[in-house]
């Protein structure tokens, strides 16, 4: 069985904050894709409600996943779009 681990992170804008999340959503792109264990890195937006952005992610192990989420880059983020979220969900997935 694959050690491998992929998920999908939802981001539900709130509307006057599109523009704002969206652009600090792509400067985590670069910075992520160069991370130990990072596989794929992409970003997504739904064609029926502009206002759904999601990440499709895989990764080479769950602990590269979880040193991803205390990266610098990805606390900035989160401090830029505070703000920015009706909700954020994530749904980690297994590879078969």
Known sequence: ?????????????????LNQAKTELLKILEPTRK????????????LDNPNVLMFYEIWETKEAWKKHDLMPHINQFRKATKDCFESISVNKLRII
């Open 1 to 17: 069985m694959s050690t491998k681990i992929a998920l999908v992170v939802k981001f539900d804008i709130k509307p006057d904050y």
């Open 35 to 46: 991370e130990e264990g990072c596989l794929l890195y992409e970003l997504h937006q739904d």
